[in-house]
């Protein structure tokens, strides 16, 4: 099976997008598809050469178990803090498995300690975007450029090159 190459970085971590709009859908037709680096969130369109159907995700998840504390944005005591368990992670977002409960579309900083790293992994402000009986998802929406790079780092040891 062919796989397509992100062009901006060149890793084959690269995976079908969801299609976005009319040109992206005809496209489709002749086997050009839409991709998306899972390292450096590159979007791109490869002709493939034969048909397949779009993915739901643009970020492919990958499985971790490192502990994490979230704590929501508003509080400026930074006294409510809630414990969980990150058990899955990609680019732009993650799963959390905690007891306590998070509303829906509240902000929070999130602390992840990874076992590749000594110091923690500080995204700045995430989004609440799922609730879960054992926990919440987020997405991420702002962090430093160096985290990120930290993340891609986790990702690229943990994600399979995607034969399309």
């Known amino acids: 099976m062919r796989t397509a190459n992100?062009?901006?970085?060149?890793?084959?971590?690269t995976k079908?997008?969801?299609?976005?709009?009319v040109a992206e859908r005809l496209l489709g037709t002749v086997t050009?598809?839409?991709?998306?680096?899972?390292?450096?969130?590159?979007?791109?369109?490869?002709?493939?050469?034969?048909?397949?159907?779009s993915p739901r995700r643009n970020y492919e998840r990958v499985p971790v178990q490192y502990p994490a504390q979230v704590r929501p944005v508003?509080?400026?005591?930074?006294?409510?803090?809630?414990?969980?368990?990150?058990?899955?992670?990609?680019?732009r977002g993650c799963r959390i498995r905690t007891n306590q409960r998070l509303p829906m579309g509240c902000h929070v900083m999130l602390e992840l300690q990874s076992g590749e790293y000594d110091l923690p992994i500080m995204i700045d402000e995430a989004i609440v975007r799922a609730r879960?009986?054992?926990?919440?998802?987020?997405?991420?929406?702002?962090?430093?450029?160096?985290?990120e790079r930290r993340i891609r780092r986790i990702l690229d040891l943990r994600l399979q090159d995607y034969a399309v």
Not at 16 to 21: N, Q
């Open 32 to 53: 050009i598809y839409p991709f998306r680096c899972q390292l450096c969130a590159h979007r791109f369109t490869a002709f493939l050469g034969k048909l397949t159907t």
């Open 74 to 91: 508003h509080d400026s005591t930074q006294r409510v803090v809630v414990e969980g368990t990150m058990v899955n992670l990609s680019l």
């Open 132 to 147: 879960f009986t054992d926990g919440v998802g987020l997405r991420f929406s702002g962090f430093l450029h160096s985290e």
């Open 16 to 21: 079908l997008a969801p299609r976005s709009g």
């Open 6 to 13: 992100c062009p901006k970085c060149g890793t084959a971590k």
